[in-house]
């Protein structure tokens, strides 16, 4: 788009942004949930039941850092990319509505990208080599999830991608 065009309907998608509610893990999360998704330690392990929420609590934690952070990276990884869309790709997108986040989904790409320049991505990791594609991006959270089931590249993972 000429930089001309676009400067003409900055003001407009401004006054939108700055018109949509922020997202509020407090009327997203149940109580007992409430206190994982304000933590703000960079280091997080959450250890529950089966049924305590951890997706749904996971997908809130994303999709807020998405919005507190503008062009950001908010990563969820598993062992395999069709997991993670079993697992939580719903979850998301049904909080993007929910909440009129103004995210679009991209289905091929299993991402939700937001007005604000950040992007939600699911994606798998199934051996050492798929380590890399997280390399240089602009991450503002990573969520592993089922970590134990991880072999022992996820040391390489959180060394080389995280704690840059």
């Known amino acids: 788009m000429p930089a001309r065009q676009k400067d003409k309907w900055s003001p407009a998608l401004s006054t939108l942004d700055a018109q949509r509610p922020r997202f509020d893990l407090s009327t997203a ?30 997908a809130a934690k994303l999709l807020d850092v998405a919005m507190r952070k503008p062009g950001c990276v908010a990563l969820y990884i598993t062992l395999s990319r069709i997991n993670a869309k079993r697992i939580v790709w719903e979850t998301l997108k049904q909080l993007n509505e929910s909440f009129a986040l103004g995210g679009v989904p991209l289905e091929g790409e299993l991402c939700i990208a937001f007005p604000n320049g950040s992007r939600v991505y699911l994606s798998g990791c199934a051996d050492s080599s798929e380590v890399d594609k997280f390399l240089g991006l602009p991450i503002g959270i990573v969520i592993i999830d089922e970590a134990q089931s991880f072999p022992a590249f996820l040391q390489r993972l959180v060394d080389e991608v995280l704690s840059s």
Do not use: N, S
Request: net charge positive.
């Open 29 to 58: 999360l149940f109580p007992k949930q409430l206190p994982f998704g304000l933590e703000r330690d960079r280091w997080m392990t959450a250890v529950c039941t089966r049924r305590a929420g951890k997706t749904y609590g996971c």
